[in-house]
């Protein structure tokens, strides 16, 4: 009896939920060696991506508190707004948005020097975020001809959406 709930409970060899429908056959040679592929790939890619957005949200925050700072301590909202590169209402909403603020004494050229730094920093996190997810995308390309899994097992392992796995696959070429 227990070997038989084991299996009812619809785990696979990596611990994730199996789809237990019925659905074509995949050719067992690709199911071993190229899903245990691709399934380590996008459980990496998943991890740099989370690992990327929390860098991303990190920086924004810390550019968000130096903006305010900045005009706390005067620097005007278009000097600001060149430098970062958001616009001018961002800007001006994002020191709203910080209210316990004193005058640090900070001179200009310092602020201007550490915004440009840390927005610089910014895009290039963003950068490689947009690069991993690129990678994804060609990952989930790969699995889906090359038949290695299904839509649903590709949500389960990207933590994307069936619906985004479906969209992505459109007119591709599935190989047997």
């Known amino acids: 009896m227990p070997a038989q709930s084991a299996s009812l409970q619809g785990r696979s060899a990596t611990g994730r939920y199996t789809y237990r429908a019925k659905s074509p056959v995949r050719p067992q040679a690709a199911a071993t060696g190229e899903q245990a592929k691709l399934t380590h790939a996008l459980a990496a890619q998943r ?52 209210d316990e603020l004193h005058l640090s004494g900070v001179s200009r050229s310092a602020h201007l020097a550490a915004l440009q730094a840390k927005s610089e920093e910014l895009k290039a996190a963003e950068r490689h975020r947009g690069q991993i997810i690129e990678r994804r995308e060609a990952l989930i390309v790969m699995a889906l001809r090359t038949q290695a899994c299904d839509d649903l097992e590709l949500a389960s392992l990207t933590g994307l959406t069936p619906d985004h796995i479906r969209r992505a696959s459109r007119g591709l070429v599935r190989t047997a």
């Open 47 to 98: 991890q740099l991506l989370s690992h990327a957005s929390s860098a991303i949200r990190t920086l924004t925050a810390a550019r968000n508190e130096m903006i305010a700072q900045a005009l706390e301590d005067g620097l005007a909202l278009a000097t600001i707004s060149a430098v970062t590169g958001e616009n001018m209402r961002a800007v001006r909403t994002i020191g709203l948005a910080y």
